[in-house]
Each structure stands twice: as structure tokens, then as C-alpha cells.
């Protein structure tokens, strides 16, 4: 039987409509969450993303800024800026688009973004709340993927997960917030050994490594919740995932398509971290 299709387009849809009816409220109380976004350089992708940001941000009522920054700014001289923003009490949330330039160092500049405006979840304060069971602005694709599992009525209590992927932006928040719902979770990366046996015994296997059809249909188990977090070019132009889709929705009981899976669910766990931050700044 064919899996059942987590359809991350249409459950993102009904949260940013209930975004939307959230803003409108604290509107009608003279209040309006603020969301900055700091593009720096003219990276084509990250353009795309930024304008996927602030039109979700302008849809649903939220006030956005956008920070069109040159590649050439120092690294000071951005943080100044981010400084600024920290200071602005309009502005609830601040996003700071990825990849940066080769000058500057990432991970200075997300430790200049307050925890309290860090919408993106990325700060180490809040990834070490994350860590310690008590999560506050929690990253966004992890935290769409659990609601995509819970639109799915899938059981985690008990059930044995499998992540491939370690990075701080997916993988390690994802395998925390997977043992707080009681999981199993097992994590894999590259130097992981047996990676087809491992997969194919777990019940919510999550690909998360970036490479292109890396999880066949062979390494899934009958009945598994698969989910693709992967989004990559190929030779042709098409969009591919983590995941080689049509084997592996043979074998799955659910899976995420590619586009229109996991996605969507990231800008939408978004909007809600700027009405998590904006409801914390005003508490």
C-alpha cells in the first residue's frame, strides 16, 4: 500500500491562517510583532529566501525591515547593525540570512543576536535550553517537522528514530526535541558505519545530510514515518531530497514529498517564533 503523503504545504497554510488571526487580535490592542531580516551580499539563494521571509512576514500582518547589506561590510560593522536592532523595541525578531561572506565569521554573528529576538533558534542560549528540556525559540525546520509527525498521528513514545544529519541547525536540535517526546533516537552522520541496517530499523527515520537520494527504498522499514528535510539541485535543474521518493514510498506507512514536505514548515514555525518572541517581550 502507498505511503500517505505528509502534505507540509497544506498543514503550513492552516498555521500561518492562525498566524494571521493572532496578529489581527493583538492589532485590534495596539500591538504588532516586528521581524528584521539582514541580507548581507547578493547571494541568488539567499535572495529567494529572504523575499519567501518577508512576504510570509507581510501576508500574515507582521511588520518586516529588510537590511540589504554589501558583501564587502565588516564583520564589526555588521554586528553594529544587529546591536541596533537589539536595542529596537519595534523589532521583536532578527534574522540573519546564511551563508554569509568568507570574512566574517558566522557564529560571532549569531552570538551578537539577543535570545530574546533570536527567531531562527539558533543562539547558543537557546539551543542549550533546548538542551536542558525547557525550549524557548526553538529552530524552525526541527519543530516543523515534529508537527508534521503529530499531523500524522505518528506514536514517538517508545519508538525508535533515526536521524542522518548532525548539524546544529537540524540534526542535534531535531534528535533533542525527538527524546523529549520520549524517542529512541539514534544519530547518524558521514563516518557512520552500517548506515543502511540502522535506517531500516527505525519507526521515524528523518534525512537530514544533504545529499541527494542518499536513503533508498531498501533502507526503510515496512510501515516507517520517513521524513526529507533535503533539498538539492541536480545536473538537469530538478529538485531532489535526501530521500530517493518514489522506491522509498513503496515501503513507508508515511512519507514528505519534495517539494512541498518539510519546507513550507520551516517559514511557518517562523511566524510563530516571532509571536513566541513578541508574546515574551511583552510578558
Not at 516543523?144 to 517508545?158: E, F, H
Not at 506507512?253 to 517539494?259: A, D, E, K, S
Amino acid at each position: 500500500m502507498p505511503a500517505h503523503i505528509l502534505d507540509g504545504k497544506s498543514l503550513a497554510a492552516e498555521l500561518r491562517a492562525g498566524v494571521k488571526r493572532r496578529v489581527a487580535s493583538l492589532a485590534q490592542r495596539g500591538m504588532r510583532p516586528g521581524v528584521a531580516v539582514l541580507l548581507v551580499g547578493d547571494n541568488p539563494a539567499s535572495r529567494i529566501y529572504v523575499r519567501n521571509k518577508t512576504r510570509a512576514c507581510e501576508e500574515t500582518g507582521i511588520y518586516s525591515r529588510h537590511l540589504d547589506l554589501p558583501a564587502t561590510i565588516g564583520e564589526a560593522a555588521l554586528i553594529a547593525e544587529i546591536e541596533k536592532l537589539n536595542a529596537d523595541r519595534a523589532i521583536h525578531g532578527i534574522l540573519v540570512q546564511l551563508p554569509l561572506p568568507a570574512h566574517i565569521d558566522p557564529a560571532r554573528v549569531q552570538a551578537a543576536v539577543s535570545p530574546a529576538k533570536d527567531v531562527d533558534g539558533f543562539h547558543v542560549e537557546n539551543l542549550g535550553a533546548l538542551v536542558a528540556g525547557r525550549p524557548r525559540l526553538v529552530p524552525c525546520t526541527p519543530a516543523g517537522v515534529i508537527r508534521l509527525i503529530d499531523r500524522a498521528g505518528v506514536a514517538l513514545a517508545g519508538r525508535h528514530a533515526v536521524v542522518i544529519g548532525r548539524s546544529n541547525i537540524v540534526g542535534k536540535p531535531l534528535a533533542l526535541l525527538l527524546l523529549q517526546r520520549d524517542a529512541t533516537v539514534t544519530i547518524c552522520h558521514s563516518k557512520s558505519q552500517d548506515l543502511e541496517n540502522i535506517a531500516r530499523s527505525a519507526d521515524i527515520l528523518v534525512a537530514a545530510a544533504g545529499r541527494a537520494k542518499l536513503v533508498t527504498g531498501s533502507m526503510v522499514k515496512p510501515g516507517a514515518c520517513v521524513i526529507d528535510v533535503g533539498m538539492n539541485r541536480l545536473a538537469d535543474g530538478s529538485l531532489a531530497g535526501d530521500v530517493d521518493f518514489a522506491p522509498a514510498a513503496k515501503v513507508a506507512g508515511w512519507i514528505t514529498p519534495v517539494p512541498g514536505g518539510v519546507g513550507p514548515m520551516t517559514i511557518a514555525m517562523l511566524l510563530e517564533n516571532c509571536l513566541t518572541a513578541h508574546a515574551q517581550s511583552t510578558a
